[in-house]
């Protein structure tokens, strides 16, 4: 079994920052892609920032430059780091990540989603 579990959401004003974190743990042979979503009431669940097991990183227009993914290949997690929050970034943010288990298969994981609210 496969399992990850997000931290770091919470309430802050606008212009402050917020560090999510997510840790993936069990059967892992290795963690490929990993990426932060996020869905604001009544919208679409959209890609924020992806990070390959190699490194590269992609953001959506939005947050570049505000926004940093990192991880952490020794502890399995990924972190984002989000500086001068807007209120539009206001969300549950979800961790996501494509990971091989032990047994060889590759599945797709989701996090249980951690609340960002950003009030002006």
């Known amino acids: 079994q496969v399992q990850l579990v997000e931290s770091g959401g919470g309430l802050v004003q606008a212009g402050g920052s917020l560090r999510l974190s997510c840790a993936a743990s069990?059967?892992?042979?290795?963690?490929?892609?990993m990426d932060w979503y996020r869905q604001a009431p009544g919208k679409q669940r959209e890609l924020v920032a992806g990070?390959?097991?190699?490194?590269?990183?992609n953001y959506v227009d939005s947050v570049k430059g505000r926004f940093t993914i990192s991880r952490d290949n020794a502890k399995n997690t990924v972190y984002l780091q989000m500086n001068s929050l807007k209120p539009e970034d206001t969300a549950v943010y979800y961790c996501?990540?494509?990971?091989?288990?032990?047994?060889?298969?590759?599945?797709?994981?989701w996090g249980q989603g951690t609340q960002v609210t950003v009030s002006s």
């Open positions: 996501y990540a494509d990971i091989t288990k032990t047994n060889k298969l590759r599945r797709s994981y």
């Open positions: 990070i390959t097991s190699t490194g590269s990183t």
């Open positions: 069990g059967s892992i042979f290795t963690v490929n892609a």
